[in-house]
């Protein structure tokens, strides 16, 4: 059974709680952590979402769909380990935030992702001890500034602007993330759609490789990779991104000033 956490704001103080169909249960302590349920709840529509994360890092990886690759690269060939970045937690918004197009930036894409938040730290972890490691899954857009990202070569610029790492709306444990399906919808229209049986590193292969970089705590985010069909967005225009069984992140667009 999957349960559903959320972060929240509610008369000027911040939560995490359990969604329970319309009302959401406050907990006492931090998910993943150490936490309890306590006897209080509020009504989903009374509250401010916040993202459902309280990472010390972002780390992601890029060209993880073969598609993707073959639309985004001069040649198909897929990568032969995973290629990683990582994103800042400045960069972080909440659901129903604006993203904010850089004035420096001529192209913002959307890119829908699948999120993972660890439960314990991970040190040269094997692909089985990351599996025990998941706490839970999300909706992640890797917004990014394209031209920045192909002039730079690196992609940290492109990456890692204020507002390009929105994030929630929930934080769903108990679900099967080697075949979720993952979506994104600009102006209600589909743009991406795919899951991630179709990864090419499944998620404790690529976790255990980055554990083998760097050491992961609990509470960091992981993102996972996008599928084709990655699009560039304007002011004025509403991304949705969707993660089956996760709900659907939505985020206005603006241009800086």
């Given at each position: 059974?999957?349960d559903?956490?959320c972060?929240?704001?509610h008369?000027n103080?911040t939560?995490?709680?359990?969604l329970?169909?319309?009302q959401?249960?406050l907990i006492e302590?931090?998910?993943?952590?150490e936490?309890?349920?306590?006897?209080?709840?509020?009504l989903?529509?009374?509250?401010?979402l916040?993202?459902?994360?309280?990472p010390?890092?972002i780390?992601?990886?890029?060209?993880?769909?073969?598609e993707?690759?073959?639309?985004?690269?001069?040649?198909?060939e897929v990568?032969?380990e995973?290629?990683?970045?990582?994103?800042?937690?400045?960069?972080?918004?909440a659901?129903?935030g604006?993203?904010?197009?850089p004035r420096?930036?001529?192209?913002?894409?959307y890119?829908?992702?699948?999120g993972?938040?660890?439960?314990?730290?991970?040190?040269?972890a094997?692909?089985?001890?990351?599996?025990?490691?998941?706490?839970?899954v999300t909706?992640?857009?890797d917004?990014?500034?394209?031209?920045?990202q192909k002039?730079?070569?690196?992609?940290?610029?492109?990456?890692?602007?204020?507002?390009f790492?929105?994030?929630?709306?929930y934080?769903?444990?108990?679900?099967?993330?080697?075949?979720l399906r993952?979506e994104?919808r600009l102006?209600?229209?589909?743009?991406?759609?795919?899951?991630?049986?179709?990864m090419i590193?499944?998620?404790?292969?690529l976790?255990?490789?980055?554990?083998?970089?760097m050491?992961?705590?609990?509470?960091?985010?992981?993102v996972?990779?996008?599928?084709?069909?990655i699009?560039?967005?304007?002011?004025?225009?509403v991304i949705?991104i969707?993660?089956?069984g996760?709900g659907v992140?939505?985020?206005?667009?603006?241009?800086?000033?």
């Amino acid at each position: 059974m999957s349960d559903k956490y959320c972060r929240f704001r509610h008369q000027n103080e911040t939560h995490w709680g359990l969604l329970e169909d319309d009302q959401i249960t406050l907990i006492e302590g931090r998910v993943p952590g150490e936490f309890e349920l306590i006897n209080e709840r509020v009504l989903l529509e009374s509250v401010d979402l916040l993202e459902p994360v309280e990472p010390s890092k972002i780390v992601c990886v890029g060209l993880n769909y073969a598609e993707h690759v073959k639309e985004s690269q001069s040649a198909d060939e897929v990568p032969s380990e995973p290629v990683m970045f990582m994103k800042p937690p400045t960069a972080l918004l909440a659901p129903g935030g604006n993203i904010i197009r850089p004035r420096q930036a001529e192209r913002v894409d959307y890119e829908a992702e699948i999120g993972v938040v660890l439960s314990k730290g991970l040190h040269q972890a094997s692909a089985d001890e990351v599996a025990d490691a998941i706490f839970g899954v999300t909706c992640v857009n890797d917004v990014t500034a394209r031209d920045l990202q192909k002039k730079d070569t690196q992609w940290t610029r492109g990456k890692g602007f204020d507002t390009f790492c929105p994030v929630g709306p929930y934080l769903a444990t108990g679900l099967d993330y080697l075949s979720l399906r993952v979506e994104s919808r600009l102006n209600g229209e589909v743009r991406q759609s795919s899951d991630a049986s179709f990864m090419i590193f499944p998620i404790p292969e690529l976790i255990s490789f980055m554990s083998h970089v760097m050491t992961l705590n609990a509470g960091d985010l992981i993102v996972t990779g996008t599928p084709k069909g990655i699009g560039p967005m304007v002011a004025g225009d509403v991304i949705e991104i969707e993660v089956e069984g996760v709900g659907v992140l939505k985020n206005g667009v603006v241009d800086e000033g």
